[in-house]
Structure formats: C-alpha cells, structure tokens
C-alpha cells in the first residue's frame, strides 16, 4: 500500500524518501520530529542526510549508507543543554554583533513579529533599518488548553528585520543556527518555498520555510510590499519560531517539556496561562463586548489618522486585530462580516503606512537613504584587455547563475527560457557553436556550449531607408527622416543610395559591414539582457534598482576557455568562482570552462534534471526491494519530477517510524 506525500514516496512501515542537501526526507514529517524523532525501532534507521555527513538517530543496518558517507556523530552536547532563555539570550547576542538594534515586544498582542512596529512600519520608507526582539504572538484560533503539543495560543517568536539586504542573509542565519549550538554540517536545514501575504495588511514577500531535521522552524521573506505600498528598500525578515527549535534542539515531545532555564520548564511556566486563556479564547470572551470594542478602536483609529499621528492609529489598528481574532475565535464572525472587518483593517493599514511615509519624509529621513547606498552596475570596458588570453580557436563557454534556492517550478520555466534564448543569442551576436547543454539545480542554472567561435564570422548587410520624396527635401538636402537614419546606422549621408524597388518606388539603402568582435565582447554586451528577459509567475526585488528575479542572484561565472566574459547583471559581477553545497563555505576558482563538470560532481552535484531523476528513481527501487516492496511506475511522473527539482545532491533513505504518528489527532 503506497500513499504520496508531498515529496515523499511513503510504504507501509518503512519510509522511503529523497532529501534536499539542505533538508531531510521531503515529507511533512514536522509531527514525527515533534513527537521525538529517537522514537524509531530499534531494528531500522531514520537518517538526515545532508549530502556529504549523516546524522544518525538510530542504529544502523548494514548496507543502507552511501559508499564515502561520514561516520554519524555523536550527540551534541553543548545544543541539548540550551534552554529557552538561552536560546534568546545567543540570538540577541548574534545579532547585535552583526549590527542590529535589540527592540522591545510590542505592548498589545500581536498575531506576529510581523505586526510590531519595528517591522510594519519601519520596513517602508527608504531609511536604512536592522532590528532584532523576542516578540510573544497571540494567536486566540490556535488555543487548544495546553493539550496540543505544538500548537499554543501564545508562542514565541524572535524577530529580524534586515534593511537592505546585506548580500549574505541565509549565510547568516545559518551562522545563527550554529550560534544555538547546531551543527549545520550535520543536521538538516533547508529552504523550501513559501510565500508569505497577507491581504489583510496589503503586504506580501517571497521566500521560504526553514526545516531543521524535517520541522519548520523559521520563515524566511523578502518583503515587497506593505500597506498597499511597494517597498523602496526591500527588507530582509528573519522569524525563528523559538518553541520549535528548541524542541528540536532538546529532543522533547511537548512544549511543555522544553527546559525554560536550568530549573523551569515551560510548562511550568506557561501551561496554566495556556488553558485559561483558551479558555476566555474559545467560551468566556464576551461576544458582545468585543464587537463594540471593535467598532471603537475603528473609531479611534480614524480619529488618530485625522490628527496625523500614525503610531497610535497603528496601535489601535493592533487592537482592532486582536478583537477580530477573539470574535473569530468564538464563532461570532459570518461571511458578511468577516468580509467588512477585513476591508475596514485593509483601509486602515493602508491609510497608516501612508501617514507613516508622510510624516517620516516631513522629518527628513532621519536615519538615512539606503538608496544613495546600493551598488550600482558595474560599467564593463570592452576595449580592456582580459586577464587571460581569449582563445584563438573553438572553445567551450560556461555560464552559471548562482541563487538562493528557486522553486521548483520556477527552475524549469527558467530552463525552457535558456533553451530558447541561448541559440537566439549566438545567432544574434554571429558566433558559431557546437552543442548547447542547459542544466540547473534550485541554486544553480548552468549553460554549457561546445566550440564557441573565439570571434563574430564577417557579415554584411543592407538596409532599407525612408522613400526618396521624404528623405530629401524639394531643393535637394536631406531631410530629418533621412538624418534620422542615418543616425541610427552610424554612416554619412555620402554612404546612401538610391535605388527603386519591385514597384519602381526609389527608397534610400546603405550597405553595413559588421565588425568581427571577440567572443566574450559579444557575449558581455547580451547577457545581461538575456538574464533580464527571464521571467516568473512571481518575481521579487531583493536591492533597489536591481532587475526583479524569482529569488536573489548571488554569483555569475562566465567563462571562454580560461577566459572571463565581464558582465554585470542585478548588482553581481561575473567572474570565475563556482560556488558548491551550502555546508561549504568557499567558492571554488576555475581555471577554464571545462573545469566546471568535473568540479561539481566531485562534489555531489548532478546538474543535468534527467540524471537526477534516474538517480532518485534506481535508488529508491533499490531501497525498496531490500524490503521486499515496490514502487508504483505513476510515481516517476509528477511525484518524481518535484523531488528531482528540489536538489542539488539526492540520496534516498530507508527507515520506519512509531505507527502512532499516522493516526489523527483527537
């Protein structure tokens, strides 16, 4: 019996499944390390296995690790004994050694760290701003008495906000992990794609969810809008979800066992509050009561923005959420106004960030423009001299896009446009070629071409101009149209001619010689609208004044032989660096083009999708023979499609869990 889940191609007993290099099994498989991933018989294996290093967290059968993995590690010490407090107390720490403020929680209930000032308001304008604060987030919907073991009516957040983006923001964050005592090498953290919106409060953001050892534990956006306002300065938010974490860290089941500090727990701490606040949540909370506060903070809200203080109009906005939450809560909110209280808190939020951009601009931004601060392009010299001699014959060309994660479906329309656009482009710039190879990964979209021609072949070309009776005038001098043309074509009214066409109509011709370029002048002088002309269903801007794309560009490698073709494209320079798996840390130099293959696989990577997938296919058949099972052929269709575009490295795991965790909760 077989079910699918998202990613993962489940059996009945053992699990079978890909993970990502930066995660594990692609599953949702947040319940099993919930409730205690050490839970496995003892009989089988749960790995997490993070392309080149493996975390055990049971003994091992022979024959089901990859020849060349790692030893598992012993447990760590060190992350199993933080506790809550001192998870916060490094977090803080951290980032306020990479320069962000330490802010406050905010002092009315927020669903969110989103909701804080700090971040709603802040992240518009063009002032340059990086906070970090614990933020409690009150959600009434998710009361469920202290029963639940991950679900709480009010849980921790804690929240970053980087503006700009200062180029490294998931290096960072995993720089962080480890500051909690995680070994990224050998757990599995991985970014999977998860936009965030909320129409609420007209924002929105691209980005992703992180898991660590298969639970979320962290979202990861790129705001682009708030308020209804697309953002100047895009910002970077970073919200850890500290219960998660340090569940996973602790190795607990329920919320209430994570140790607080070293003689509290969390239960001791909050389980009492849990259930009374559920509750006043979900009976007690006068339904009637709380509609009339609704209507007066609406009013009170109005009344603030017509006195154009916009924080205390956002502070009643807060207010104004958290009684709807408590209504929604109780069951006292119907269709019509659940539509009315949305486009009243929709007004509002709008009308506020507007005040906000308003009033911040009277004082004149008075922290500063982070756009005077961007990078501009870099302006290539094509008359300079390369570093490395361009090549005198036939030579392969390498271009490599590095990202940070792409979604699936992103990555193979970004494949399909490559595919067409490459041989438009050599066409284009007169440079003969052998084969075109277009690969990718979610980091990475790779262009291999065979016997690039080292220069543009000779060409000549005429172009037709304007008729004769309006290229010059009745005297006989040429006319604007015919000054116009010659403009453009870069030639002198002495290197015209006249000649009739099929229809005996005289028109103006010119003959062109094209120059013969070098290859890699041709090529720096395209590319960069090639990769501008890739679009997306969703697109985002992560600098100002960069071109948008479907996640941040963060290195170009563009080679000719052992040449570099120097261009410039959303603030990145190309060069002749590759970058490998995220766990290491060093880009890896090029000495030539034809490097690149060899390089990347040494290191795991299978670039082509179709290698990938018959990879993943034959290991998982492999994994469940050993078992005596099978796999359905419908599962190479879509199933096997998506798992293969979330990897760079795919290894298949063979394990079991606790058959309690298929069962539905109470």
């Not at 960030?353 to 392009?377: M, V």
Request: charged content about 20%; aromatic content about 8%; proline content about 7%.
């Amino acid at each position: 019996m077989q079910r699918v889940c998202r990613g993962i191609l489940r059996l009945h007993g053992p699990v079978i499944g890909t993970l990502h290099p930066r995660g594990t099994s692609l599953g949702n498989s947040a319940s099993l390390y919930s409730n205690g991933a050490r839970r496995c018989s003892s009989n089988a294996s749960l790995r997490c296995w993070s392309s080149s290093r493996s975390l055990e967290l049971a003994p091992r059968p022979s024959g089901t690790v990859a020849e060349g993995a790692a030893a598992p590690p012993t447990e760590d010490s060190e992350a199993a004994s933080i506790t809550f407090q001192d998870a916060v107390t490094r977090l803080q720490s951290f980032w306020a050694d990479e320069g962000c403020a330490m802010w406050l929680p905010h002092n009315t209930e927020v669903g969110a760290g989103t909701m804080n000032p700090s971040t709603f308001l802040r992240v518009l304008g063009p002032e340059p701003w990086s906070v970090a604060y614990v933020e409690p987030s009150i959600r009434p919907d998710d009361s469920r008495y202290g029963l639940n073991p991950n679900r709480v009516q009010r849980h921790t957040q804690f929240q970053v906000i980087l503006k700009p983006d200062p180029g490294n923001a998931q290096d960072l964050y995993l720089a962080s992990l480890r500051a909690l005592g995680v070994d990224t090498q050998q757990h599995d953290v991985r970014f999977v794609e998860d936009n965030w919106e909320s129409p609420v409060l007209g924002a929105w953001g691209l980005g992703w969810e992180v898991w660590l050892n298969g639970m979320e534990v962290t979202q990861f956006t790129y705001f682009q809008q708030a308020g209804g306002k697309v953002l100047e300065v895009p910002s970077v938010e970073i919200t850890y979800g500290l219960e998660r974490i340090i569940m996973a860290i602790q190795g607990v089941k329920h919320f209430k066992d994570i140790q607080y500090s070293q003689h509290l727990t969390y239960g001791e701490m909050f389980l009492q509050n849990e259930w009374e606040m559920s509750k006043y949540n979900l009976e007690e909370a006068s339904i009637s009561d709380h509609q009339t506060r609704f209507r007066l903070f609406e009013e009170e809200a109005k009344r603030m923005l017509a006195l154009r203080l916009p924080i205390p109009a956002y502070d009643c906005l807060l207010k104004l959420s958290h009684t709807f939450n408590v209504l929604d809560a109780r069951g006292a909110v119907g269709v019509t106004e659940r539509a009315n209280s949305f486009a009243a808190l929709r007004s509002l939020a709008r009308q506020t960030t507007e005040l906000w951009s308003e009033r911040r601009e009277e004082q004149g931004h008075p922290l500063g423009n982070a756009l005077l601060d961007c990078k501009a392009s870099t302006v290539v010299d094509l008359g300079q001299t390369p570093a490395h001699s361009p090549p005198t014959g036939p030579a392969p060309f390498l271009l490599e896009i590095g990202c940070e994660e792409l979604p699936p479906a992103d990555l193979q329309h970004a494949l399909t446009q490559l595919r067409q656009g490459i041989p438009q482009l050599l066409k284009a710039c007169r440079l003969s070629h052998g084969a075109v190879t277009v690969a990718g990964t979610p980091r990475r979209l790779v262009v291999n071409i065979a016997d690039l021609a080292p220069q543009q072949s000779a060409a000549s070309e005429r172009i037709r101009g304007p008729p004769a009776k309006v290229a010059f005038a009745p005297d006989g001098s040429p006319t604007p149209a015919l000054l116009g043309f010659c403009r453009k074509n870069r030639i002198e009214v002495k290197d015209t001619v006249l000649e009739a066409d099929a229809n005996g109509a005289d028109y103006v011709w010119c003959a062109l010689e094209h120059s013969q370029a070098a290859a890699w002048q041709a090529l720096a002088q395209r590319l960069p609208d090639l990769l501008s002309g890739l679009s997306f269903q969703k697109s985002m801007r992560w600098l100002p004044g960069v071109p948008s794309f479907s996640r941040p560009v963060r290195w170009l490698l563009s080679m000719h032989a052992g040449t570099v073709v120097p261009f410039s494209f959303a603030g990145v320079d190309s060069g002749d660096q590759t970058r490998l798996l995220r766990i290491e840390a060093s880009p890896v130099k090029l000495a030539s083009a034809s490097e690149h293959g060899a390089v990347l696989l040494d290191a795991g990577i299978l670039v082509d999708v179709a290698e990938r997938r018959a990879s993943i296919w034959e290991a998982c058949q492999s994994a469940a023979a050993s078992i005596n099972g099978s796999i359905p052929e419908a599962t190479t269709h879509d199933l096997l499609e998506e798992v293969a575009d979330l990897v760079e490295s795919p290894t298949v795991i063979l394990g079991s869990f606790d058959p309690e965790f298929l069962g539905l909760p109470q």
